[in-house]
């Protein structure tokens, strides 16, 4: 940037018109979704300008709008720093602001698709069955306030009933959060609500609308201060929306819409007949991994992914992980090479420039583990084997949401179920009561799982390990 000249943020041209609507306006869409969609504009035309929608809090709304929203995407490698402004985002709603603006975004003919990142708990479903959870708040408000909705299931509903009033076709509802079969299972969630409101709009939702499943990837942590600051010292200008993620990116899309769409492939994005062996590659392979570190890390006193990965230790640990455990129990999807897809994790955990802090992946963990990891685990006792290192993983969980760090400090436990698992486990005596009673939680472990011995054993004496020795030292030994 050239001394005197003034710094600006600004878009090439106007905001493009509006073909999608948005629910979940946080860093990953920004990554993600927006980058993607900006580039197949550019390459492939079409009017798919996004109108975000903010379920919650207006902060995405008031940094985006102050600068027509527009934002920085920061790539951030070993190699250096690159900063591309995103031009694809035309507007921001705020949804309890005033809810019947986003039904009407949303039922607007020009609408074609509904993307979510609303990340695991805004799907208000239960994570041990993949069900809608009727007794969810939210939903509970939505089923008896339809015109005020509040939750993402509500918001799609009311918007697809004012569609089928108009004549209009569905729009089609792209799940882009880390779920297994995250497609049927918003259209599950939706057809649910759906039918407790309205059986002809239920069948009409089965019959005509679409939920392609969705396999989406790029490490991307929460934005901080000292990005926004590196930004403006790189850049001359400030970009309080700006967002920071790795080079690597990989969206996989199941080729079934119910209109038109924006050909994302002309920006890298493949669209198969089949996403499953995609998906569970990558919610094994990485997010299980990355749960994993995240707790142990955690505990170990590790504040980012990549000084955990830098531990050799932990690195073995993810390495001997995939081989053992992880690996053996997928198939691999059509172009991808398991071991080099695992190796080529590991480089990307280990990415120096990009600071992903275990805190925040442990987040919302009774909401991550089914998927991540008591599937995996699952599929191991199956073919007869204990996987002891993801029983390790589950036993670094239940410490961690035991809210207490291995120097007797308190954690900060986000996880809407964390006062029930606290109680929990403080409510019980030895290790393997407080086990026991965390295994009784229904929303994270069905029933089988939970009273297989082998597991309850295998996860018993790996919490013990960790109570006696601590985590770096129980890694050490399970690594040896
Ligand atoms: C992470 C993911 O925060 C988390 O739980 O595991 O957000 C992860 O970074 C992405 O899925 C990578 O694509």
Redesign the pocket.
């Known amino acids: 940037m050239e001394a005197g000249l003034p710094a600006r943020l600004t878009r090439d041209g106007a905001a493009p018109k509006i073909g999608i609507v948005h629910l979940g306006p946080g860093a990953?869409f920004r990554a993600?979704n927006a980058v993607y969609t900006d580039e197949a504009m550019a390459r492939a035309g079409g009017d798919w300008g996004i109108r975000a929608v903010s379920l919650r809090s207006a902060t995405a709304r008031d940094e985006l709008k102050a600068q027509g929203c527009a934002y920085t995407s920061v790539t951030l490698s070993p190699e250096g720093r690159q900063a591309r402004v995103i031009g694809s985002v035309s507007d921001v709603l705020v949804a309890p602001e005033d809810p019947e603006a986003v039904i009407a975004a949303m039922a607007d003919p020009d609408v074609h698709v509904v993307s979510l990142t609303i990340t695991e708990k805004g799907y208000c479903h239960n994570p041990a069955t993949g069900r809608m959870n009727a007794d969810h708040p939210d939903i509970s408000h939505d089923l008896a306030a339809l015109d005020a909705p509040r939750s993402a299931p509500g918001f799609i509903v009311a918007a697809l009933a004012r569609r089928k009033d108009a004549g209009l076709r569905p729009f089609t509802v792209l799940s882009c959060d880390?779920l297994p079969s995250n497609g049927p299972l918003a259209r599950g969630v939706v057809t649910e609500f759906a039918r407790r409101t309205d059986a002809d709009l239920a069948r009409w939702i089965e019959d005509h609308g679409r939920f392609p499943a969705t396999m989406?990837?790029?490490?991307?942590?929460a934005t901080t201060e000292a990005d926004i600051d590196a930004l403006e010292q790189a850049e001359g200008y400030r970009d309080p929306a700006c967002v920071v993620h790795e080079p690597f990116r990989?969206w996989v899309i199941e080729d079934d819409f119910a209109g038109p769409r924006p050909a994302w492939e002309a920006a890298g994005a493949q669209i198969v007949a089949s996403v499953e062996a995609h998906e569970l590659m990558?919610l094994r392979c990485?997010?299980g991994t990355?749960?994993t570190l995240?707790y142990l890390g955690y505990l170990a006193g590790y504040e980012t992914i990549a000084e955990t990965t830098a531990d050799a230790d932990f690195a073995r640990l993810c390495e001997r992980l995939w081989a053992d455990e992880i690996v053996p129990t997928l198939t691999p999807p059509e172009g991808e090479d398991l071991p080099a897809y695992c190796a080529a994790l590991l480089d990307r955990y280990r990415n120096p420039a990009i600071q992903?802090r275990t805190w925040?992946?442990?987040?919302?963990g009774s909401q991550?583990l089914p998927q991540?990891i008591l599937g995996t685990i699952r599929d191991n006792l199956a073919a007869g084997r204990v996987p002891e290192g993801l029983c390790l993983a589950v036993a670094a969980w239940m410490t961690y949401v035991g809210g207490v760090d291995e120097h007797g400090k308190a954690i900060d436990v986000r996880d809407p179920l964390a006062d029930t698992l606290r109680a929990a486990s403080a409510g019980a005596d030895g290790v393997w009561d407080k086990v026991g009673a965390l295994l009784a939680q229904r929303e994270v472990f069905d029933a089988a799982l939970a009273e297989d011995a082998r597991f309850r054993e295998a996860v018993t004496s790996a919490f013990e390990r960790l109570q006696a020795r601590g985590s770096r030292a129980t890694v050490a030994e399970y690594v040896r």
């Open positions: 990953f993600f880390n989406v990837d790029r490490i991307t942590p990989q990558k990485l997010n990355h749960s995240a992903h925040q992946i442990a987040m919302d991550k991540r």
